[in-house]
């Protein structure tokens, strides 16, 4: 099983530390104004949850609260709605009202 720590080596070996605002390796340092209503999910157990609610926040500070719907499943993991379909039919069914009215195709 992974670690946080066993993670961050990975990421400082392949990253060079002069990189840390390359936004193709990570969002946190871009410019995040102006973009689409967002819908993002997270596990209480997810390795980067911290990095996921640092990220929420940015954008809502970038395009208002209510540019983002945010939840935090408890006692989940990365992927929870994927491996545990059953278990979490209302954020499948948030997830299906997000797309029918934010998202134009």
Known sequence: MLD????????DTYVLR?????TTISPLPADLKDLPKALVYAGEYELFVDDITALVRKLELANGQ???EYEIAPVSFHDYIVCLPDDYKPSIHRYLRFLRTSVRI
């Open 66 to 68: 209510s540019a983002v």
């Open 18 to 22: 002069d990189q840390s605002d390359n």
């Open 4 to 11: 946080k720590e066993a993670l961050k080596y990975a990421v």
